[in-house]
């Protein structure tokens, strides 16, 4: 089932989300959902607080990056474990549709998390992949990447979002 990605500024995307106490069908059956939904929205990765559930979980899928793809793969409970270097990087996220900005990020990372079976896995990713692991595990702790850009540049954003979400509003009004 495809569902809605919640759009910034909104609380639900602020909350730091709960550990995931262990896999069930119903932790199963939501995993799907975010793959589904990730790959409706032609994203490169989703957490599980895009669509307002407050849980540490995310799925990725870099795989068509060119500098050495990700997954697809699921990641629960993850953690970055260190980082190296420092580049800029132009971002985007599915809950800031149409918008991108240039942001800090390392080039390499190490991270942990748990896989469906529950082991502890651990990695290193790099370039693309690298950023997009920094960029959903912000998400898990109530982050944004417009949270690292300028304020001018932020408050421009999220004019605009308003804006998005009015003309959503009317659309479905219509319908
Ligand atoms: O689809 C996405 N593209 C992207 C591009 C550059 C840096 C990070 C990303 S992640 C984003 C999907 C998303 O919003 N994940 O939370
Ligand atoms: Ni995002």
Redesign the pocket.
């Given at each position: 089932m495809i569902r809605e990605i919640l759009i910034w500024p909104d609380p639900r995307l602020k909350e730091k989300t709960r550990l995931v106490e262990g896999v069930d069908d119903e932790l199963r059956k939501l995993i799907d959902d975010m793959y589904e939904t990730?790959y409706d929205?032609?994203?490169?990765?989703?957490?599980a607080n895009?669509i307002g559930v407050g849980l540490r979980l995310?799925v990725i899928d870099t795989s068509t990056a060119e500098d050495g793809g990700l997954g697809p793969m699921v990641m629960i409970n993850p953690e970055i474990l260190s980082t190296e270097g420092s580049i800029r990087?132009?971002?985007?996220?599915?809950?800031?549709p149409g918008e991108?900005e240039e942001v800090i990020r390392a080039p390499k990372v190490r991270f942990r998390f748990r896989d469906l079976d529950w082991n502890l896995v651990e990695m290193e990713a790099t370039g693309?992949s690298a950023?997009?692991v920094q960029?959903?595990c912000d998400?898990l702790d109530g982050k944004v990447?417009v949270d690292r850009i300028s304020s001018l540049k932020r408050e421009r954003i999220r004019k605009r979002m308003k804006r998005l979400k009015e003309a959503r509003a009317a659309q479905a009004e219509e319908a």
């Open positions: 990730m929205a032609e994203g490169v990765g989703l957490a895009q995310a990087f132009r971002e985007g996220c599915l809950s800031i991108s693309f950023v997009a960029h959903e998400h990447y």
